[in-house]
């Protein structure tokens, strides 16, 4: 028991084992398995590439979506927040008693902590974005009803 | 005084004005002038598109840097930390101590806070990465030396 302390303590000092938080990370393409967003929070083919969780310095998680034509959220809102950084395509975001936009590359989106919203592709065209998601005591969405076709579509 | 008291809470209560940070707000594309990286921190041509700002929820900024072969930040740490997201080229990372590692688009860097370190291109071809960098007490970057051209090369 004694002997792991200075063994710990030891490798603390030359920077290995237990310091290994203190060295820069790098997660490599290719390492992040994607993953299709549930049917349950989301219509139509939505692919999720995890980029990056939350950690302790960092209360944000990110990852890049990408939507088919015609697939999109369900209606949601963020305890926290979350941006998003269209990366291609053309998409469209709304928010509860907002009106559908039109999003494209190098548009940058905030929606604030508490406002349902949906967003997805255009009916014809696909979107990836990337969302930084920030959390609130360990939550980061609150889901709602999917969006129907006849809101979708209007 | 009483009268601006009674429309401003009329204005909150049909979604106007006072209650703009309640809505989704898209930042477009061509909206946001970008800056060149400074000479006193960057060496070479450096390009800085702003991508967002932090606020009261949001604890980091966010921005597209490009940097053309051969430039470099300088050596620097931030207090809260680092998330890069290459976007494209290849470049390399260093940290102290550590080797200068090549980076690649969908590669993701989490340098955690206090770590001394510099990013940029290759000698011989560009890179750009998305840099999320959280704010502590306002301060998101503790500038050091330059990377001289012997640190760069080796």
Same sequence: chains 1, 2.
Avoid: C
Wanted: hydrophobic share 40%; aromatic share 6%; glycine share 12%.
């Amino acid at each position: 028991m004694k002997l792991t302390a200075i063994a710990v303590a030891l490798l603390a000092l030359v920077g290995m084992g237990p310091a290994h938080a203190q060295t820069a990370e790098i997660s490599r393409n290719g390492s992040r398995p994607s993953a299709m967003g549930s049917a349950q929070y989301f219509t139509g083919s939505v692919i999720v590439e995890p980029l990056f969780r939350a950690n302790e310095h960092m209360h944000a998680s990110g990852g890049l979506v990408t939507f088919a034509p015609g697939a999109r959220s369900a209606w949601h809102s963020h305890p926290a927040g979350q941006i998003l950084i269209v990366t291609s395509g053309t998409g469209w975001v709304q928010e509860k008693g907002g009106e559908k936009r039109a999003v494209r590359p190098g548009d940058v989106v905030w929606t604030p902590p508490g406002v349902m919203h949906w967003h997805g592709a255009t009916a014809t065209t696909s979107m990836s974005h990337i969302a930084i998601t920030n959390m609130r005591d360990g939550k980061n969405v609150e889901w709602m009803q999917k969006v129907s076709d006849e809101e979708y579509g209007k």
